[in-house]
């Protein structure tokens, strides 16, 4: 299975090489792809290994708050559609930091953009690269550094060779092959309980043990309503945050087309969360407390088991095949997140530090593109050689969530105040960014989960009892914007306000589609 999905995405590859010559080519796909194809990529660059399996596994071990945690990836993207898609689109070029410079001073609102990004990307790209490795080792049965060595290296071949267009294509396959495995599981599970939800439900509900995390009602994952909000907040905003979901609305003709995208993509991705809520409950209903051990930590694996029980059990030629197809497509789901992230680190380094800081814009297109190509392979290799480094040991879910935090602290006050506040500058940009980062790494690091203090209590050395830190995070970051601006007395802008606010809102001015991609 694994091998049938690679030979796809490498032949889409070897198509798109011939289309990624030109900087629009590599970075933006020459801005040709379709609402409705954006809209499915943007699905798969968003349904990572963790949404697919970590919440299933999450529903399956916790039950109610397994769930609660999916809508807040589902909900973040109208934040995404009403702030900043159609205005990302007309205001942008190529990244994140384009759209900052526009009206700041270009050398530092780069820079403190470039840093939003790699800190996302590299939290972000670590925690799916050691999942990649836990998953094939599991599912496959390959050691651990293997299977995250081929992995990178395949993404790597879509990044360096194919560019946008590859890593667009490879997310449409994945998404779509995704919806597929997920959609035949769930009529699988719920032909078992004669289609009734309820029914579900209550086999899940009957199948727990006296010890059991598993219930219908909130507070066994998330027992502090105050983590619920603060989770929330990082997962809704942070989304509108994350540099390789708002890349993809440059690859798009124009804002109705960006704004369509997202359309496309809420609905895709909240059906896929309802699905994923059959398979969770589904999971419990028949594997029931027995599977817990064999889901593994964070019940990772509750889906691939499922799938191997609905097929027949173990060992039989159905439930082999139908564990060998959910387990092919994970591998897919894992190829296509981290090509998409390796390209707008890529992208961040090449086309906002070496091509507008280093040679001030001296340079061809052609060098740009070779940057950007080398960019990706160092980023790649380094992701796999801290992925081999950390083991399997290395916490995933905390890695996540200081992305999702990190992008929602940092990136996302910048965004939305340069796009709305005639008074922004660039001292505000540069404060924002690193109070953001800043704040969220180290009140992560000082969490109950990860520091190994000796306080019995919380775990943390300073009394900090919440897991994710978007509720003190996020208002820094906009606090840290609005100081840096007020307090500054720059007043010179390279652009003025009303000339971005128009050219976010009419399009005037935007960057166009190429007539035809690498001729």
Same mark, same amino acid.
């Given at each position: 299975?694994?091998?049938?999905?690679?030979?796809?995405?490498?032949?889409?590859?070897?198509?798109?090489?011939?289309?990624?010559?030109?900087?629009?080519?590599?970075?933006?796909?020459?801005?040709? /792809?379709?609402?409705?194809?954006?809209?499915?990529?943007?699905?798969?660059?968003?349904?990572?290994?963790?949404?697919?399996?970590?919440?299933?596994?999450?529903?399956?071990?916790?039950?109610?708050?397994?769930?609660?945690?999916?809508?807040?990836?589902?909900?973040?993207?109208?934040?995404?559609?009403?702030?900043?898609?159609?205005?990302?689109?007309?205001?942008?070029?190529?990244?994140?930091?384009?759209?900052?410079?526009?009206?700041?001073?270009?050398?530092?609102?780069?820079?403190?953009?470039?840093?939003?990004?790699?800190?996302?990307?590299?939290?972000?790209?670590?925690?799916?690269?050691?999942?990649?490795?836990?998953?094939?080792?599991?599912?496959?049965?390959?050691?651990?550094?293997?299977?995250?060595?081929?992995?990178?290296?395949?993404?790597?071949?879509?990044?360096?060779?194919?560019?946008?267009?590859?890593?667009?294509?490879?997310?449409?396959?994945?998404?779509?092959?995704?919806?597929?495995?997920?959609?035949?599981?769930?009529?699988?599970?719920?032909?078992?309980?004669?289609?009734?939800?309820?029914?579900?439900?209550?086999?899940?509900?009957?199948?727990?043990?006296?010890?059991?995390?598993?219930?219908?009602?909130?507070?066994?994952?998330?027992?502090?309503?105050?983590?619920?909000?603060?989770?929330?907040?990082?997962?809704?905003?942070?989304?509108?945050?994350?540099?390789?979901?708002?890349?993809?609305?440059?690859?798009?003709?124009?804002?109705?087309?960006?704004?369509?995208?997202?359309?496309?993509?809420?609905?895709? /991705?909240?059906?896929?969360?309802?699905?994923?809520?059959?398979?969770?409950?589904?999971?419990?209903?028949?594997?029931?407390?027995?599977?817990?051990?064999?889901?593994?930590?964070?019940?990772?694996?509750?889906?691939?088991?499922?799938?191997?029980?609905?097929?027949?059990?173990?060992?039989?030629?159905?439930?082999?095949?139908?564990?060998?197809?959910?387990?092919?497509?994970?591998?897919?789901?894992?190829?296509?997140?981290?090509?998409?992230?390796?390209?707008?680190?890529?992208?961040?380094?090449?086309?906002?530090?070496?091509?507008?800081?280093?040679?001030?814009?001296?340079?061809?297109?052609?060098?740009?593109?070779?940057?950007?190509?080398?960019?990706?392979?160092?980023?790649?290799?380094?992701?796999?050689?801290?992925?081999?480094?950390?083991?399997?040991?290395?916490?995933?879910?905390?890695?996540?969530?200081?992305?999702?935090?990190?992008?929602?602290?940092?990136?996302?006050?910048?965004?939305?105040?340069?796009?709305?506040?005639?008074?922004?500058?660039?001292?505000?940009? /540069?404060?924002?960014?690193?109070?953001?980062?800043?704040?969220?790494?180290?009140?992560?690091?000082?969490?109950?989960?990860?520091?190994?203090?000796?306080?019995?209590?919380?775990?943390?050395? /300073?009394?900090?009892?919440?897991?994710?830190?978007?509720?003190?995070?996020?208002?820094?970051?906009?606090?840290?914007?609005?100081?840096?601006?007020?307090?500054?007395?720059?007043?010179?802008?390279?652009?003025?306000?009303?000339?971005?606010?128009?050219?976010?809102?009419?399009?005037?001015?935007?960057?166009?589609?190429?007539?035809?991609?690498?001729?």
């Amino acid at each position: 299975m694994a091998a049938v999905i690679l030979s796809i995405t490498l032949g889409i590859t070897y198509w798109a090489s011939k289309r990624a010559s030109s900087a629009v080519g590599f970075y933006a796909a020459g801005r040709q /792809i379709t609402g409705r194809q954006n809209g499915l990529a943007i699905s798969g660059d968003y349904l990572s290994a963790a949404s697919f399996l970590g919440i299933a596994g999450l529903i399956f071990l916790y039950g109610f708050d397994g769930f609660l945690y999916s809508i807040g990836f589902l909900v973040a993207f109208l934040t995404v559609m009403f702030l900043l898609a159609e205005r990302m689109r007309n205001a942008g070029k190529y990244t994140i930091a384009d759209v900052l410079s526009f009206r700041l001073n270009e050398t530092p609102a780069r820079a403190a953009a470039a840093l939003g990004t790699f800190a996302v990307v590299t939290f972000y790209l670590i925690a799916q690269m050691v999942g990649a490795g836990v998953l094939i080792e599991k599912l496959v049965g390959i050691d651990f550094s293997l299977a995250v060595i081929v992995t990178g290296v395949f993404m790597l071949c879509y990044v360096i060779f194919g560019g946008m267009v590859a890593t667009t294509w490879v997310q449409i396959v994945k998404a779509v092959l995704l919806m597929a495995g997920i959609l035949t599981m769930s009529i699988f599970v719920l032909g078992k309980v004669g289609f009734n939800p309820i029914e579900l439900f209550n086999r899940a509900n009957e199948n727990k043990g006296p010890e059991s995390t598993f219930s219908l009602a909130p507070g066994t994952y998330l027992p502090k309503p105050l983590d619920t909000v603060s989770l929330g907040l990082a997962l809704v905003l942070g989304t509108a945050g994350l540099p390789h979901i708002l890349m993809r609305f440059f690859t798009v003709p124009n804002a109705q087309a960006a704004r369509s995208s997202v359309v496309w993509a809420m609905f895709i /991705i909240g059906f896929f969360y309802l699905l994923t809520t059959f398979i969770g409950f589904g999971a419990r209903a028949f594997l029931g407390e027995g599977g817990v051990e064999a889901a593994g930590t964070g019940g990772n694996l509750a889906a691939p088991n499922l799938a191997a029980f609905l097929g027949g059990g173990e060992g039989t030629f159905g439930g082999d095949l139908f564990l060998a197809a959910i387990a092919g497509v994970a591998f897919a789901t894992i190829l296509a997140v981290v090509a998409g992230l390796v390209l707008s680190a890529s992208a961040a380094f090449s086309h906002d530090i070496w091509s507008s800081i280093v040679r001030k814009g001296q340079d061809s297109e052609h060098e740009e593109v070779l940057v950007a190509r080398v960019a990706a392979f160092g980023i790649g290799v380094i992701a796999i050689v801290i992925a081999v480094i950390g083991g399997s040991g290395l916490n995933v879910s905390f890695m996540v969530g200081l992305a999702f935090a990190v992008a929602a602290s940092a990136n996302f006050p910048a965004l939305v105040l340069a796009l709305t506040w005639r008074r922004f500058n660039t001292t505000g940009a /540069i404060a924002g960014v690193v109070t953001g980062v800043v704040s969220a790494i180290f009140l992560v690091i000082v969490s109950p989960k990860v520091w190994p203090g000796a306080d019995t209590v919380t775990g943390s050395p /300073i009394g900090w009892t919440l897991n994710n830190p978007g509720i003190i995070s996020i208002p820094l970051g906009f606090l840290g914007c609005f100081l840096g601006t007020i307090l500054s007395k720059e007043r010179v802008e390279e652009r003025s306000f009303d000339e971005l606010f128009v050219r976010s809102e009419t399009g005037l001015g935007a960057e166009r589609a190429l007539e035809k991609v690498g001729a």
